[in-house]
């Protein structure tokens, strides 16, 4: 079974790939998977250094069950990027 959804997004139900070499498209895999790779490292290193911080909102959501507007804002003002 072949699905019709996407086909028209992707050229008509063309493949796409059929208009690059094997090689260009394992290129293109790759450069892809790389990208996707460094962009999760980088949200497990935000989520890594902000850790405390997390947990911190956790605790305060279970006590209050909302944090809302201010509070918020302040709690995430306190996030930090991973050097």
């Known amino acids: 079974m072949t699905s019709k959804g996407g086909g028209q997004f ?3 139900g063309n493949n ?3 208009s690059v070499s ?5 290129a293109i895999d790759k450069e892809v998977r790389d990208l996707v790779d460094d962009a999760h490292e980088t949200a497990l290193k935000i ?3 902000n850790l405390p911080l997390l947990e911190s909102i956790s605790q305060k ?6 944090i ?12 930090k990027l991973p050097t």
């Not at 094997?22 to 394992?26: E, K, N, S």
């Not at 959501?61 to 909302?66: G, N, P, Y």
């Not at 809302?68 to 996030?79: C, M, N, T, V, Y």
């Open 68 to 79: 809302e507007g201010e509070d918020l804002k302040k709690l995430l003002a306190e996030s």
């Open 61 to 66: 959501i279970l006590q209050e069950e909302v």
């Open 16 to 18: 796409p790939r059929r």
């Open 10 to 12: 992707l050229g008509n």
């Open 47 to 49: 989520l890594r250094n």
């Open 22 to 26: 094997d090689a260009t498209a394992q």
